[in-house]
């Protein structure tokens, strides 16, 4: 069974630009969760989304959205980007039910904001 | 509310065994986690108990929960170098799936 893939695994940006992050959750997974991990901030979560619907929402600003598809995969965007945007921007899936909650994580996509 | 905290680093020897402690400060919590995650890389799940039991071994891990004073440890047997990355502690709570609050993690550096 294929794990959770996440593209792209490295870019550059330059501030103020936007950028969109993709993750595909393990097949039949139907919660994705997002994760942003910086040195300073650890690992802070960012939104989950379920049946295409957001269910959970850290405290992040507006510049940071998400969405879900119909298949679960998901894709999160960064509008405006900011120095200290940069960060391992980690996706992670579930059965999203209490009962069978495991999650399990993506390599990540590291972003560098220049 | 929802908080967990580590120790940040823990040094051993090749061979010794590891105890990694974490402190959650929420009771209703359901699944704890422990994660690792090795440079350049994402998390990679090791092992997860519930919230209603107390121990479970894997191999040369084991998990100790105790609930009265909120406390878990993840105890690695014969610890070896390439055990060496940072282990994080989560919770997620029944009624909350999909989200996880981590701990900022423990450095495991293992010297031969």
């Known amino acids: 069974k294929a794990g959770v893939t996440q593209t792209p695994r490295y870019l550059i940006k330059t501030r103020g630009q936007q950028v969109t992050l993709s993750c595909s959750p393990i097949?039949?997974?139907?919660?994705v969760s997002w994760y942003q991990q910086t040195p300073g901030q650890g690992l802070q979560f960012l939104f989950e989304y379920f049946s295409e619907t957001q269910r959970n929402k850290g405290n992040f600003p507006g510049r940071f959205s998400g969405r879900q598809f119909s298949n679960s995969r998901s894709e999160m965007n960064v509008s405006t980007l900011e120095l200290g945007d940069s960060a391992l921007y980690l996706c992670?899936?579930?059965?999203?039910?209490?009962?069978?909650?495991?999650?399990?994580f993506g390599e990540g996509s590291w972003l560098t904001v220049v | 509310g929802e908080d967990v905290e580590q120790s940040l680093f823990l040094s051993v020897r090749e061979g010794d065994s590891s105890v990694i402690n974490c402190t959650y400060t929420d009771s209703s919590s359901t699944y704890l986690y422990w994660y690792k995650q090795e440079p350049g890389a994402g998390l990679q799940l090791l092992t997860y108990i519930f919230s209603n039991m107390d121990m479970k071994q894997d191999q040369r891990l084991t998990v100790l929960l105790n609930k009265k004073d909120k406390h878990l440890s993840l105890r690695i047997a014969d610890t070896q170098t390439g055990d060496s990355a940072i282990y994080f502690c989560?919770?997620?709570?029944?009624?909350?799936?999909?989200?996880?609050?981590f701990g900022d993690g423990t450095t495991l550096t293992v010297k031969p």
């Open positions: 097949s039949g997974h139907r919660s």
């Open positions: 992670a899936s579930s059965l999203g039910q209490p009962s069978g909650n495991t999650i399990y």
């Open positions: 989560a919770e997620t709570f029944n009624t909350n799936a999909g989200k996880s609050t």
